[in-house]
């Protein structure tokens, strides 16, 4: 049982050699028509493999194994499997890395893996998918966001060239509704370079519809390049990660639930110490959790994120939930904001401290175990504000950072009220429901005291859950509305 716990995501060197030797020993046996994969696996477990019996004849070094490193698979079976693509590629993982995997490896590859990740195929928001977010809930929410883009550009000095990035644009609702409310301000429009950082081919393409892209040669169906939006013509590009957008430009950047879906590890306080939590293939073929029995790699990270904590809240605590990639990119945008000047704008829901256990997984807006599954439910954790706060102050010296403030205090300051009044002034009583409900679910707390329809579709306001936070270039001063 123990030999299944057992990770070594960095292999001594006597088990970096079993593994090139397994590599070898793998493809060679397709060529040669040698022992298969399965029957080596079985070799490894003798005590004293020589392995000038078994490789090249110009091999003739004997190595001599420590068996209570290496994994131990279960049956072989040849039944025919039901698991999806992503489970079989999960548990092949684990089964080659030979032990359990990091839970962060494990959320990322259900998310984004390429082939089969939860965001990567398909349209996974609204009523139809698996969850809603603020820019679906209402058209205010990606104006009011544009309403934080041209105040910070009126900040910057009304520059006449901006790289506005989007990071996880969705759908590209929120994108849609910043351009369609700023385009009567024809020096802000004018100035923008749109890039969105998306990963999901099918999301790219959706984003391309919903900004109503068109080729500048006049072919609308190019996704690649020279191509704008016909909402304010302004040029469109799209990457898959930030590094790739360009620099030298001022920089907007907004990131609405981008954080909550990068990878987090957990760790949870046992008696030999902080232990990772683990995903490993149990003796009946299902995932399940596991603890690491010594430090893992991650846990440089988890001392990191302790260091900004006090000591007597780490002590409270029994698990802790750390984001390396949040911590990565926040240093990534708060220098690019450094060199380039500009800001940032994350929204998420979150904690402004130290995250314990928060990894959730919903499916057709229900939640489920996070082990359900892969790949058909959306995997999310809570964002630690004050990890990205610290993260950009060490990254840039003359950058700083505001926030968090309530999504609620965020809206409201910006105007939502204002905004909510005049489009009631000029719709229809349904359009007007839907107005209210959007309104209450953005900034309101609980559940809709103006309610009459039935208790469960009560609209939960998500105005203290979701938080606002901004990054910008000591330059820029104190960005709206965080004053
Ligand atoms: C929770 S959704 C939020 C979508 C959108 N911002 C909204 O509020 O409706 C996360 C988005 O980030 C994208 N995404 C997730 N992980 C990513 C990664 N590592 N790199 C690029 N995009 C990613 C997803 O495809 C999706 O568009």
Redesign the pocket.
Known sequence: MLRRLLLQPQPSTQRRRILSLYRHCSSSSTTSGEAPVSSFVEHLEDDNYDVSKHSSPQSSATLSIDRSGLYNPPEHSHEPSSDSELVKHLKGIIKFRGGPISIAEYM?EV??NPKAGF??NRD??GEGGD?I????VSQMFGEMVGVWAMCLWEQMGRPSKVNLI??????G??MADLLRGSSKMKEFTKSLNIHM????PA?QKLQYKKLECIDEDGDDKNVDNHVVSALTGSPISWH??LEQVPTGVPTIII????Y???PVHQFQKASRGWCEKMVDVAEDDTFRIVLSPQPTPATLYLLQRCKWAETEDISKLNQIEVCP?AMDLTQNIAKRISSDGGGALIIDYGLNGIVSDSLQAIRKHKFVNILDKPGSA?L?AYVDFSAIKHSAEEAADDVSVHGPITQSQFLGSLGINFRVEALLQNCTEEQAESLRTGYWRLVGEGEAPFWEGPDDQAPIGMGTRYMAMSIVNKKQGTPAPFQ
């Not at 950082?197 to 999901?200: R, W």
């Not at 990131?255 to 981008?258: D, L, Q």
């Open positions: 990322e998310l984004t965001y990567m996974v928001f969850f977010t603020s820019p679906d989007e990071l996880g644009p969705g759908r609702t929120l950082v998306e990963c999901s999301l898959t990660m990131a609405h639930e981008f909550d879906a990068l990639k959306d999310s």
